[in-house]
Structures are given as structure tokens and as C-alpha cells.
């Protein structure tokens, strides 16, 4: 067996040499010349009005949604799936009426995409 010392000193040795790596104030040639914060030349503008939003409350069986989606034409629907269970809800704002279709098994589902 090697000596204990040695092999501390080559573990410690390399974490360093890693450490040093991964240091984020390191610049390259390539990052030297390029500045740390770049504004855009020109405001972008979004399709919606973010500050005219309306508020709605929604059934609780949707409380554990992950991600909506609206069919293109059919906006009084919102699309939902959730968040622990293979679970794809239809929401119609209008009738407050929920359609469930189960679509898989339980998992970790993070959005939904309808096309």
C-alpha cells in the first residue's frame, strides 16, 4: 500500500489545480477584448402587454400543473398537464369544466407542447 501522505498531497494537489480551473474571474485572449456587459442597440417588442394581464383562478385538481398550451383558433382552452402524473387536462374557461385524459405514468413532466 502507498503511503497515505503521498496520496493526500496528490488528491489535494489535483483538486487545486481543478479549482483553479474553474475559476470564473480567469480571462482568456479570446474573452479578454470582448466587454463583461453588452446592451442591445434595439428594444425588442413582445406581442402582449404584460401590465394588462387578467387574473384568473383555476380548479383546485390543477394546483400541480406544469406548463400550458392554447390550440391555435380555440383560446377559451388551456392545456395543462401534471406535475407528478402522467395527467393531460383540458381547461374551458367559459363552461369552468376540466376534461382529464391520462397519457402516461408517473414521472416528472415539466411542459407541454401542442402543434
Known amino acids: 500500500m502507498k503511503n497515505p501522505t503521498i496520496l493526500t498531497t496528490m488528491a489535494l494537489g ?3 489545480v481543478i ?7 480567469n480571462t482568456t ?5 470582448k466587454p463583461a456587459h453588452v446592451q442591445a442597440e434595439k428594444q425588442q417588442q413582445i406581442p402582449y402587454t404584460l401590465s394588462s394581464g387578467i387574473k ?3 380548479p383546485d385538481e390543477l394546483l400541480e400543473i406544469s406548463g ?14 401534471q406535475d407528478e402524473q402522467g395527467f393531460l387536462y383540458k381547461f374551458n374557461q367559459p363552461t369552468q369544466k ?16 401542442i402543434s
Not at 20 to 25: D, G, H, I, S
Not at 99 to 110: A, I, Q, R, S, V
Request: with cysteine; aromatic share 10%.
Open 29 to 33: 485572449k479570446e474573452n479578454s477584448n
Open 19 to 25: 479549482f483553479l480551473a474553474c475559476n470564473p474571474n
Open 14 to 16: 489535483l483538486a487545486s
Open 68 to 81: 400550458i398550451a392554447f390550440l391555435a383558433g380555440q383560446d377559451d382552452d388551456i392545456y395543462a398537464i
Open 56 to 58: 384568473m383562478s383555476l
Open 98 to 113: 376540466v376534461t382529464l385524459n391520462p397519457f402516461g405514468k408517473d414521472g416528472d413532466y415539466e411542459d407541454i407542447s
